[in-house]
């Protein structure tokens, strides 16, 4: 990819798109929706102050990470043995700095707030587990009753699991944001996949996978079948064809048949490319998605 140092210094018009993942069950649309619009209009405020990207999909997530409908943060699917681990990462495109936290005890309500302390350190990329719970606490990020983030819907699930054990993840949430400097960021969180073994860590965790960002060319956050998306590098390769299509909506419609067909598996992913042209697409029946920038009066809340 170019370095965004080729990039010529001009004001860019903000926009967010977000995501509330690529399993998410139709018969809940409507909640869905309104969980979206809620956390783009977090992120879109941050922008239209004249914040940063980074600023923006971080408080994007974060409202996502609070809404219990949504599998992250709060409302986390259950591992095998009925505990939360959560995965997150964040990005900005200007110099590739990145920070993410992978299988991260539940006791954390935001863990993508980790995943931004990971990369304000500059000393690391990733951190995981205990490792990653540590370092949060270093950097007083406040913790939380661990069955707070236990919803009845979840425990539910898990319980139906021990019956019907492909039980899909959905519910992974994302953000990608340009903002007026022309900085381009992205951000992913989820609790995985319902049932997954301890330890298990998805795509959302690992940059180039779920979350990506390259401000010269555009950001990326992906949701769906982890193992899948890590078995194409899905979202450093969704940037890829943005740079040869120069068209959001296709490079995000190459990328899912990309997943579909040669990672075998089911998702979607969001884009934004450098101009601030929103692109979305999926594989499945509902992937919750909100947009937002200046043209728009109001949140546009596509599907
Ligand atoms: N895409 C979320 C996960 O597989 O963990």
């Not at 990145?98 to 993508?112: E, K, M, R, S, T």
């Not at 707030?113 to 990369?119: E, H, N, S």
């Not at 950097?139 to 899909?168: F, M, N, W, Y």
Request: with cysteine; hydrophobic share 40%.
């Amino acid at each position: 990819m170019s370095s965004s140092a080729e990039r010529a210094p001009a004001i860019r018009v903000p926009a967010i798109v977000v995501h509330g993942g690529a399993g998410a069950d139709p018969s809940q649309a409507p909640e869905f929706r309104q969980g979206v619009r809620a956390a783009v209009l977090a992120g879109w405020r941050v922008l239209a102050a004249g914040g940063g990207a980074l600023d923006a999909v971080e408080g994007a997530v974060r409202a996502l990470e609070d809404d219990p409908r949504f599998n992250a943060g709060r409302g986390s699917v259950l591992t095998r043995d009925g505990t939360i681990e959560t995965d997150a990462s964040i990005m900005e495109g200007d110099r590739l700095q990145c920070g993410a936290v992978a299988a991260l005890p539940g006791i954390v309500a935001n863990p993508v707030a980790v995943a931004r302390k990971v990369l304000e350190s500059r000393q690391h990329v990733l951190l995981v587990a205990h490792g990653a719970l540590a370092f949060a606490r270093s950097v007083g990020i406040p913790e939380c009753d661990p069955a707070s983030l236990v919803t009845d819907r979840q425990r539910k699930r898990h319980a139906e699991l021990a019956r019907t054990p492909t039980s899909p993840g959905g519910g992974t949430v994302g953000a990608v944001a340009l903002d007026r400097s022309g900085t381009i960021a992205a951000a992913t969180s989820t609790g995985g996949t319902p049932g997954k073994l301890p330890g298990r860590v998805g795509d959302s965790a690992l940059i180039g996978c779920g979350t990506y960002a390259d401000s010269s060319l555009g950001g990326v956050s992906c949701t769906g079948d982890g193992e899948a998306i890590i078995r194409v590098v899905l979202g450093h390769r969704a940037l890829r064809y943005l740079k040869d299509a120069d068209d959001p909506d296709y490079a995000a419609k190459v990328a899912v048949d990309l997943l579909v067909e040669e990672g075998v598996g089911q998702g979607g992913l969001i884009l934004i490319d450098w101009r601030g042209r929103p692109g979305y697409a999926t594989s499945t029946r509902l992937m919750p998605v909100a947009i937002m920038s200046p043209a728009l009066d109001e949140p546009r809340v596509p599907f």
